[in-house]
């Protein structure tokens, strides 16, 4: 089976806007976003500074997949399914390590887990996905092919550390995209650029998965990506290159079409 290294990681150093449990949950606002390889919660929503998006009609056309940000009825519905597999307050509850036993036997998460094999070739006798704990600062979870790393010294809750894993295995799964996405910006894994401009999709795809779930951190996950991985203020260690975020940007329309109709071929 094989087991790529996926550029991906929820990271400690970008953190600081979490999902506050006593906050008064707006109606239709807020969200979230997948992030198949990102760095995690900024401490404050930046400026996008200038996105220049092929269309209209492309960003619509991801947004009616992913769902719209500030779900709340998806979120709602993450709750309750962690509560039907143990806690009765997941918002509050604060995480261990050993809790992923029992996320990953919720619908949402499970799902996910799948499709990762589908995509993987797992085999019956396979070895299947491994979480495994870290004390690296600087991320809240990294996803290395099959194998998880998650890190809790933050102390997350219950349905917080719910969006690590899965914007963690959304990461995984996103790089079996990689040759295609490739294919369709007409370059190669050899180019540096196109390889960044990667990465930053798959921050684009697992911030859209969180939106899609109710992270109300998440007001629209093509500015949030941009506000974590390309603002001139973040840190260089975090930010892609502008060239990088521009050769996304330029082919969104047709990176986009070829992905979900990759993705809804999954079985």
Do not use: C
Request: charged share 20%.
């Amino acid at each position: 089976m094989e087991n790529h290294l996926v550029e991906g990681s929820y990271m400690w150093q970008m953190a600081g806007g979490s999902f506050n449990p006593h906050q008064k949950i707006p109606n239709g606002s807020g969200g979230t976003s997948a992030d198949f390889g990102g760095f995690g919660y900024t401490d404050s929503e930046q400026s996008s500074g200038g996105l220049s998006f092929t269309s209209l009609e492309a960003i619509t056309f991801a947004q009616s997949y992913f769902g719209g940000g500030g779900n709340i009825g998806a979120l709602f519905s993450m709750v309750e399914q962690l509560k039907k597999v143990g806690w009765s307050d997941p918002v509050n509850t604060i995480a261990s390590f050993e809790d992923w036993n029992k996320i990953i036997k919720t619908d949402e998460i499970s799902g996910l887990i799948s499709k990762l094999y589908s995509v993987g070739g797992y085999k019956p006798g396979d070895r299947g996905i491994k979480f495994i704990e870290t004390k690296n600062f600087l991320f809240h979870g990294k996803s290395n092919g099959f194998n998880i790393l998650v890190n809790l010294s933050k102390s997350p809750s219950v349905l917080e550390y719910s969006f690590i894993i899965g914007h963690e295995v959304g990461h995984s799964i996103t790089h079996y995209f990689r040759d295609i996405f490739f294919d369709n910006i007409k370059s190669n894994k050899n180019s540096p650029t196109a390889r960044d401009a990667f990465s930053y999709f798959s921050e684009y795809i697992s911030y859209s998965w969180e939106s899609r779930i109710g992270n109300q951190n998440i007001k629209d996950p093509l500015d949030y990506t941009y506000n974590k991985h390309g603002a001139k203020q973040i840190p260089d260690i975090f930010r892609y290159p502008e060239a990088a975020i521009n050769k996304f940007n330029n082919n969104f329309n047709i990176i986009m079409k070829a992905y979900l109709n990759w993705n809804n071929s999954i079985k």
